[in-house]
């Protein structure tokens, strides 16, 4: 079944440490996207790729960075975790078209740096 | 660039009642439309979009939107709200090839 996984659903890390949120699909979409979502609900997108070694910078400043080495594979990594990186991140994907293409959402990380 | 603006953070209905979320967008190119629901914990999933083919737009479990162009909205409706419904509803606009941009996003609570 045609799909999109993030891995981990949740994460506790203390600060100062690197991690690598993962999102992988078997939608067989060349679009992935990240976006950071607030408490409050409002979504940001932070970075995004077209295709494999194609990385693009959203509209919310990050200090995170991705890679797309594989067209299933968008990990996102934070060098160094602070407090105010807080947030659940969604991963979703879309298909090359003309017309509205939809993204698909994963489920999303919820990670908790203390 | 695009926008949208979704115009108040809570609604709150009687189960049964209309249920209806507003969504403006702002865009200098032939929009593209959408609404998500979001349940806890979860990621978004789509409701409708908008083709152009049809300026109402029937989506899953009941809900609809009509596109406005003259009042630039893309309000959601259901005739009958459900326990069920109650939710995080967001609203997206994107160009031809540019990513969704997302709304802040409705909370819906449905009353028994």
């Known amino acids: 079944e045609a799909d999109i996984y993030q891995t981990p659903r949740y994460l506790v890390i203390g600060t100062g440490k690197k991690i690598t949120l993962e999102c992988s699909q078997t939608?067989?979409?060349?679009?992935m996207y990240w976006y950071q979502q607030d408490p409050g609900m409002e979504l940001h997108l932070i970075h995004y790729?077209?295709?494999?070694?194609?990385?693009e910078k959203g509209d919310l400043s990050s200090e995170s960075t991705v890679s797309r080495i594989r067209t299933e594979h968008f990990p996102l990594t934070l060098e160094s975790a602070r407090p105010s990186h807080t947030s659940q991140y969604l991963c979703a994907t879309s298909s090359l078209g003309q017309g509205p293409t939809e993204a698909f959402f994963g489920q999303g990380t919820r990670l908790t740096v203390v | 660039a695009q926008s949208v603006t979704q115009l108040g953070s809570h609604v709150s209905v009687s189960e049964g009642a209309l249920v209806l979320l507003r969504c403006n967008y702002s865009s200098s190119v032939p929009p593209y439309l959408f609404w998500y629901v979001q349940y806890p914990n979860q990621g978004l999933q789509l409701l409708l979009k908008?083709?152009?083919?049809?300026?109402l737009v029937k989506g899953i479990n009941g809900f609809e939107a009509e596109f406005k162009k003259s009042e630039t909205s893309f309000h959601l409706t259901k005739p009958s709200a459900h326990m069920s419904d109650a939710a995080e509803y967001f609203c997206a606009v994107s160009g031809r090839n540019t990513p969704l941009v997302f709304g802040k996003g409705t909370r819906l609570s449905v009353i028994a």
């Open positions: 908008y083709t152009s083919a049809a300026t």
């Open positions: 790729s077209y295709g494999v070694n194609s990385t």
């Open positions: 939608m067989g979409h060349d679009k």
